[in-house]
């Protein structure tokens, strides 16, 4: 037996969805930009992992009688995703790595913020949670992992 999920956790599983979009975009975008083939490397890395996110979710949405939305050719991207694309495109051409961390690392929080915020709805479906969980978890041990990286650098 399915549960009917409130209105409020789909928003809020298809706003996710469409964050993660959005970053898998930036990574892209990013990755056809910078000419060193590191950071081609860990662009195309954060890309698939969004990629991955997406998938996921969306199957997991499906999986719970719902429909999630698609972002596909979607020619309105939200005001976040031009703030950090602002932001990033510049340390982009300038090679600028610390900075560019910097806000890798901010987009990361901000995504954690997300989920942290779906995961505090009632009623989440176990499975639904345990994904939630361990995709805001990998982007905690992603978002450390490249602060202990720069520190290491610098």
């Known amino acids: 037996m399915k549960i009917k999920h409130s209105e409020k956790v789909i928003t809020k599983a298809n706003n996710l969805l469409m964050m993660n979009y959005e970053a898998e975009k930036i990574y892209l975008d990013a990755h056809d930009i910078v000419d060193d083939?590191?950071?081609k490397?860990?662009?195309?890395?954060?890309a698939f992992e969004r990629n991955e996110f997406v998938r996921t979710l969306r199957s997991e949405t499906i999986n719970l009688g719902e429909?999630?939305?698609n972002f596909e050719g979607l020619n309105k991207?939200?005001?976040a995703y031009y703030i950090f694309w602002r932001n990033l495109r510049p340390l982009l051409k300038e090679n600028n790595t610390p900075e560019l961390i910097d806000q890798i690392c901010s987009m990361k929080e901000w995504g954690i913020d997300?989920?942290?915020d779906l995961l505090q709805e009632f009623n989440l479906s176990l499975s639904l949670?345990?994904?939630l969980v361990e995709q805001r978890d990998l982007l905690h041990y992603k978002m450390?992992?490249?602060k202990v990286r720069e520190t290491l650098e610098v």
């Open 37 to 39: 083939d590191n950071l």
């Open 41 to 46: 490397s860990f662009f195309r890395e954060l």
């Open 67 to 69: 429909k999630p939305k």
């Open 77 to 79: 991207l939200s005001r």
């Open 114 to 116: 997300n989920y942290n």
């Open 129 to 131: 949670c345990r994904l």
């Open 144 to 146: 450390n992992s490249l």
